[in-house]
């Protein structure tokens, strides 16, 4: 028997909670969550945490996203990181390269 879209991480009141809280990431307690989520074994909550990083992107949720990134395989995902990083040159970090 197959998986359930939840078993995958398919909910869509949990990517959509994730999605909301991205517009509050300025505040630490959600931010810290966002890096958090960076962690889920569900490619969704990874991805809106991202999004939400990126929303309101500050130092300490740009070293999260240069950790994740060092890993990461899914290209849309590194494309979004990237143009973060690179939409603020004066804060422009060098990107990890890939260990996969």
């Known amino acids: 028997m197959g998986k359930s879209g939840s078993e995958w991480g398919g909910s869509r009141l949990?990517?959509?909670?994730?999605?909301a809280l991205g517009q509050y990431s300025d505040r630490s307690e959600v931010r810290d969550l966002l890096i958090e989520t960076l962690?889920?074994?569900?490619?969704?909550a990874r991805s809106a945490a991202v999004k939400?990083?990126?929303?309101?992107?500050?130092?300490?949720?740009?070293?999260?996203?240069?950790?994740?990134?060092a890993d990461l395989t899914d290209v849309r995902q590194r494309r979004a990181i990237e143009q973060a990083?690179?939409?603020n040159p004066a804060k422009l970090i060098t990107l990890p390269v890939s260990t996969r």
């Open 52 to 69: 939400g990083l990126i929303a309101h992107l500050d130092a300490v949720g740009r070293q999260a996203l240069i950790r994740y990134y």
């Open 14 to 19: 949990r990517h959509s909670a994730l999605a």
């Open 39 to 44: 962690k889920s074994p569900f490619f969704g």
């Open 85 to 87: 990083l690179k939409a």
